[in-house]
């Protein structure tokens, strides 16, 4: 009896002993297990002081963009021209209808409708969430469901769109502004065929907001 308790206790022992390297192991290989790395951006377009870059995005076929440019008016100037949502029709690249739904200054909610040649137009609802800093707005967004804004006949409810403007004050009358964007335009679009399209998207939002801050009184 007393030998069989020696045993036991042993083996107790042996295998507390073995569950310390096993535990040590287990956190060294996750100290050294390597972080997730974002694809590199590639710069795509630099002309008329705008620079476009794309990437890949893991997890999904279409393409994401990266817009900069610097603009010779104050921050306030061009945050005016961000919230004037009825007249994105005239700078933002391809849209044909933007209204507001939530004016909330902190989470802005938006519905834009896209046309597209040759296939159906597209819309989207946009949650906004403004934050403001000294120097900077950064405005980052997201395509939601929303009641007042349902599935239209005809119209392909983009299924997602994640991004960002972000604008940042560089000079008491310059203002560097970034517009990332990836999105999935929903039906049956070849994601290689609007990834030839997606360098266009920024370059020319970009190129029309700088001629509406210029004619803006």
């Known amino acids: 009896m007393h030998n069989r308790s020696r045993i036991t206790a042993l083996a107790a022992a042996l295998a507390l002993i073995m569950t310390i390297p096993f535990s040590v192991q287990s956190k060294e290989a996750a100290k ?3 972080a997730k790395k974002e694809n590199p ?3 795509k377009k630099d002309k008329d002081g705008i620079k476009v870059f794309i990437r890949n995005v893991e997890g999904i076929e279409f393409k994401e963009f990266l817009g900069v440019i610097t603009v010779d008016y104050p921050i306030e100037k061009v945050d005016k021209l961000m919230n004037n949502v009825p007249n994105q029709v005239n700078w933002l690249c391809d849209t044909i209808e933007s209204k507001v739904i939530s004016a909330d200054p902190v989470n802005p909610i938006q519905y834009n409708v896209i046309t597209a040649p ?6 989207v609802v ?12 950064m405005r980052t967004f997201q395509a939601i469901k929303h009641p007042s804004a349902p599935e239209r006949k005809g119209i392909v409810r983009m299924p997602k769109m994640i991004g960002m403007w972000l604008f940042e ?3 008491k009358n ?3 502004v970034t517009y990332q964007n990836l ?5 049956s679009l070849p994601s290689g065929l609007v990834n030839l399209t997606v360098v266009k998207m920024p370059f020319v939002s970009l190129t029309n907001m700088r001629e509406q801050l210029k004619n803006m009184k």
Do not use: C, F
């Not at 040759?118 to 819309?123: I, K």
């Not at 946009?126 to 707005?137: H, S, Y």
């Open 32 to 34: 050294k297990e390597p």
């Open 118 to 123: 040759l296939v159906s137009n597209r819309d």
């Open 174 to 176: 310059q203002t560097r």
């Open 183 to 187: 999105a999935d335009p929903g039906g």
């Open 126 to 137: 946009i949650l906004t969430k403004v934050t403001r800093t000294p120097g900077k707005i």
């Open 41 to 43: 951006w590639v710069l």
């Open 169 to 171: 004050a560089v000079g």
